[in-house]
């Protein structure tokens, strides 16, 4: 259809640069989102663990930080747990969400905050910044940031 | 005040204007959340930063304090004979790792495996030991404190660079757009008004006009 013949009006430039920005922003953000997430079970067997990222980038995950882990969990628990443990952005710059597809990782929550966590939704545990500043501390390499639609509307 | 978009007063343009003010917004919260996070993890490495730096000064004068202690007591040349035996490659896992789209560095010190230190156990003393483990403390030191450091420079830097495109949106791009958006609504309504009042005189002279 003729674009001058639709309801809607034909994107400008700026329109485009505007639109280039967002979706640049937000894969620049998500850059370090992992391809697949791996079993901790099966990052304490590798010499070197390392996620791929959606930018086709490696992270490094830190033996220490796999080795804290494997503390707090037991072997079954192990080969549940999926790595990086994900933190979705809320929109409002105070609250973050992490992303519990098992019960496991409410566990690591809970251990690491030292206080007992709930799930406020079905999978999604609500934390406040100070929380995330203590959990990002002690698992830098193991958790990372995803910032979602949901969070720009 | 806001400076005006120069835009064509046409109905069209009010609805492109709207559509990116819209998109505007949405990039404007993108990089707020995104600054908020990186100046939280700024604050966090600064404060961990500080902590391993005066780590890495106590460990390395201990480090310092106990081989000296150590060749004091077994002599220069004889500490030295054992420890050229012991000599090993020090390895360090390097690769980078993700905080809301910058690469920050991350290092780990591979420690060797088993408990075996390299030199012989019974013809050193446990000063030989003690200056072993804290010069390996002041090492694992410096690595931390070399990821912290470089992480705090290349999160300082790309914080400048969101505070500009924010300041950007929130002080130029978005009140501009308002601004025309407010400018034109006014203008159609002005345009409205004098249509308005011309239907009436037109009404009122056809009314003359029959009568």
Known sequence: ?153 | MAQLIKVRPTKIELVKLKRRLKLSQRVQKIVKDRLSILTMEFLQAARETVTARKRTITAMSEAYKAVTVASGYHGYVALQKELVACEADITVTAGPRGVAGIKLPSLELNEPSGGLRGYNLTQTSSLVDSASDTSREALRAIIELAELQRGLELLGTEINRTKRITNALEYIVIPSLQATIRFLSMKFEERDREEKARLKRVKVMLARKEG
């Open chain 1, 1 to 153: 259809m003729h674009p001058h013949l639709t309801h809607e009006p034909a994107e400008t430039g700026y329109d485009k640069l505007l639109q280039g920005w967002l979706s640049g922003e937000m894969r620049l953000v998500n850059s370090g989102l992992p391809r697949e997430r791996r079993r901790l079970s099966e990052l304490l067997a590798e010499q070197q663990p390392a996620i791929g990222c959606s930018d086709g980038s490696q992270q490094m995950l830190k033996r220490s930080e796999l080795g804290y882990l494997a503390d707090l969990l037991d072997e079954e628990e192990q080969q549940t747990l999926l790595l990086p443990i994900l933190i979705e952005m809320a929109g409002d710059e105070t609250e973050s969400v992490v992303l519990c597809p098992s019960d496991v990782e409410l566990k690591v929550v809970s251990a690491v905050l030292g206080m007992k966590m709930n799930y406020e939704q079905p999978g999604r545990v609500r934390l406040y910044r100070p929380q995330l500043s203590l959990l990002r501390r002690k698992l830098k390499t193991t958790t990372q940031y995803a910032f979602s639609s949901r969070t720009v509307d």
